[in-house]
């Protein structure tokens, strides 16, 4: 397995060791003792998450201000856009945000630690979403920032406006938003 940073150090790309032949191919999609070495820092997943979606849904920007959760995500089918963005008010990079393309082609995986604000937008007919995450779900303690708050200025891959939830189309704007100090 390859790690390596986004501008964001602590956004970390994971990228399998790939064995492919002409039966098709062979990854280890975790390794706990690898997956540590990569991060360099102690994990403990507790919960696991898939989800489906069509073309043009956005899910987010999701955390939770207590039960901060960190997640690693990866694509099973499918692509999406996945962003992460800061919102720890004492971080060098606080409200800066970074994108990566997640797939089943490219089978890239993307760790988002506490503290950051995760979403992502579907950019195939569907995709399919496995995260692990280190802390329960807790709906009471659950925040979405807006996906198209103009502090944050994502650059969404998007011509039109996205397929929401009415919880994620009702997001709280960045700079009245809870976040973590």
């Known amino acids: 397995m390859r790690a390596f940073s986004l501008e964001i150090p602590e956004v970390k790309v994971i990228e399998p060791r790939i064995f492919q032949d002409e039966r098709g191919y062979f990854f280890e999609s975790f390794n706990h003792r690898n997956f540590e070495a990569a991060i360099g820092q102690k994990v403990e997943f507790v919960q696991d998450n898939q989800s489906l979606s069509v073309r043009n849904v956005l899910r987010g920007l999701h955390y939770q201000i207590e039960n901060a959760q960190g997640k690693l995500l990866r694509v099973i089918s499918g ?103």
């Open 79 to 181: 692509e999406v856009f996945d962003v992460a963005v800061d919102i720890r008010r004492s971080s060098p990079t606080f409200g800066k945000w970074v994108g990566e393309i997640l797939s089943a082609d490219n089978k890239r995986q993307l760790w988002i630690p506490q503290g950051f604000a995760h979403g992502f937008l579907v950019m195939s007919d569907t995709a399919e979403v496995l995260y692990k995450t280190t802390d329960y779900y807790a709906p009471q303690h659950e925040r979405c920032i807006a996906w198209n708050d103009e502090a944050l200025d994502i650059q969404w891959p998007i011509d039109s406006h996205p397929i929401l939830s009415k919880s994620d189309d009702q997001g709280t704007p960045f700079n009245s938003s809870e976040l973590f100090e």
